[in-house]
């Protein structure tokens, strides 16, 4: 069974007999699954549990865009040995914590002590089997997250941790997360009146908040040289079809919300407040509400219930409750008219030019009640309301969508669309020809370009952390050449990289040295890494 992405769950729980839970509450909360759906379709999270249930992940890394994300794409066993010795204390054994497994995770989100990386599973070896921490003791760590050791690292640690424990098995939507990210940043004057994004503010205080990162290599694509990132976060505040890795928006979930309780009440703003949009752009979900509720107030009314006595068993209001019956035609006493003949007349007008009730109560210096109540109970209104209402969004969104379109004419279609999502939403629902007109002029969205790698700095890395652990290694180890396997087995992303080693020229002389010794090895290879042996 693979520790990150485990399979065909579903024998596994035959042969458990579910004692340690179902497909998802396993994918959820004992795998890596849940945290690559932390964000997107709640569809995708459902299908991947399906899939992971009966068969192997097979190609799910690469649908998922883990492989091409810039991160590493094997997650080796990470451990806090102070989290570890207490298990041992308390138990007499000790266990894999999932927080500590999570990509972005370098340091103990308890103890915030730098984790310690273990050979367990780093390589093909043993891949399947079952092995708890205690492998430990017989030397084979292969790295501390020493450099992780500063503040923004830890509270980045921290924030993964917990908004894992929050979202996972509950992703969140692409447009929710972009809305949420875009009101943080009006909030903090990083967007002009007409929405577009102040990019050299936006990534000064994102570098600020994420300080640090270039120098730790897990997450240093966070953080990538200035013109990099500018692009690469104009694309992550508009992406609005996945494929990307979940830590970029966690970082600036990370930077705009520092803490992910609020992280979590901005979601659940932008819920709020698409939902309204959604409301605004879609009656027929009120329809199907309206329908229920016309059903059971007719039934009420039928079996003799007082107006009053129907809106308390359903919990609605006795001015709704009346306005449902005259909609229904039951004929129901009527209160005394509030309303002079010329007020009656000003607000039909107001509404009938397609303001909000809201509008025309202040407009009318009347309660929106009041308003509402006229609307529900005057026959034939609310049609030509809702007609109206249209006819009004429709010049509103027009007005606003050429606003956007005439002020960005470099930007690609998918980028104009994120920002202003409201009216693009609605003016693709009701008046889409209109819509694509607006934009012949648009340029094709551009791929965007991958930021160019460092490949010395890397190159340099590479070698040291080879030259390093070959050294550590040799103590106490038979004389013999180096494989190559063992050579992976000391340095896992070194697989990833043999493709580009022409690139690498220095760790490729290191292999090279290592893998053809055969006589000697130990000698040899003792006197060229001297120098850190010491
Ligand atoms: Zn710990």
């Keep these: 069974m693979s520790h990150d992405f485990p399979s065909k769950l579903k024998t596994f729980c035959e042969n458990t007999r579910g004692t340690l839970g179902e497909p998802e509450l396993l994918l959820r909360d004992h795998s890596l699954v849940g945290f690559y759906h932390l964000f997107g379709e709640l569809g995708r999270w459902n299908a991947s549990v399906r899939c992971l249930s009966q068969s192997s992940p097979g190609n799910l890394k690469i649908a998922l865009g883990i492989i091409s994300s810039g991160f590493r794409a094997h997650h080796p066993l990470k451990l806090c040995e102070e989290c570890t010795r207490a298990q041992e204390t308390e138990l007499g054994f000790s266990y894999w914590v999932l927080q500590h497994q999570l990509p972005g995770v370098l340091t103990c989100p308890t103890h915030t002590r730098p984790l310690v990386e273990m050979q367990t599973k780093a390589n093909g070896l043993a891949r399947f089997q079952w092995s708890l921490p205690e492998a430990r003791k017989s030397g084979v760590l292969l790295r501390s997250y020493e450099g992780a050791r500063t503040e923004a690292a830890a509270e980045f640690s921290r924030f993964v941790s917990t908004a894992h424990h929050c979202f996972a098995g509950k992703p969140i939507q692409h447009s929710l997360l972009v809305l949420s990210f875009r009101d943080a940043l009006r909030e903090r004057m990083m967007l002009s009146d007409g929405g577009r994004l102040r990019m050299q503010a936006i990534t000064q205080e994102y570098r600020t908040a994420l300080d640090g990162f270039e120098h730790i290599q897990e997450l240093s694509p966070l953080v990538p040289a200035q013109s990099a990132l500018s692009t690469q976060l104009a694309k992550l505040f508009g992406n609005l079809d996945g494929h990307v890795h979940p830590l970029r928006y966690l970082a600036i979930a990370f930077w705009l919300f520092r803490g992910a309780t609020p992280f979590e009440l901005a979601i659940k703003a932008a819920r709020y407040q698409g939902a309204k949009e959604e409301a605004a752009s879609a009656p027929q979900v009120f329809e199907d509400r309206n329908t229920l509720l016309d059903s059971r107030v007719s039934k009420a009314l039928e079996q003799g219930q007082s107006i009053r006595a129907i809106a308390d068993s359903i919990g609605i209001d006795t001015a709704t409750a009346m306005s449902v019956a005259a909609r229904l035609s039951y004929v129901v006493k009527r209160r005394p008219k509030k309303l002079v003949h010329l007020l009656r007349e000003r607000i039909v007008a107001l509404l009938l030019e397609g303001h909000l009730v809201s509008e025309v109560a202040k407009l009318a210096n009347v309660s929106s009640s009041t308003v509402a109540k006229l609307l529900s109970s ?52 009701h008046d889409r020809t209109w819509l694509h007109e607006s934009m012949v002029h648009v340029v094709k969205a551009q791929p965007i370009r991958p930021y160019r790698i460092d490949w010395q700095a890397r190159d340099d890395a590479l070698h040291n952390c080879l030259q390093r652990a070959v050294a550590a290694n040799l103590r106490g180890q038979p004389d013999r050449a180096y494989r190559m396997c063992d050579l992976y087995a000391l340095v896992p992303d070194l697989r990833a990289k043999l493709a580009e080693l022409q690139r690498l020229p220095r760790t490729a002389k290191l292999m090279e040295f290592l893998v053809t010794r055969p006589k000697h090895s130990r000698e040899v290879i003792s006197r060229k890494l001297a120098p850190i042996l010491l």
Excluded: C, I, M
């Design 378 to 429: 005057t026959v034939g209104l609310a049609q030509d309301y809702k007609a109206a209402r249209e006819q009004r969004l429709k010049d509103e969104y027009r007005t606003r969508w050429l606003d956007v379109v005439r002020s960005q004419l470099a930007l690609s279609k998918k980028l104009l669309r994120t920002l202003d999502p409201a009216a693009f939403t609605w003016l693709y629902r």
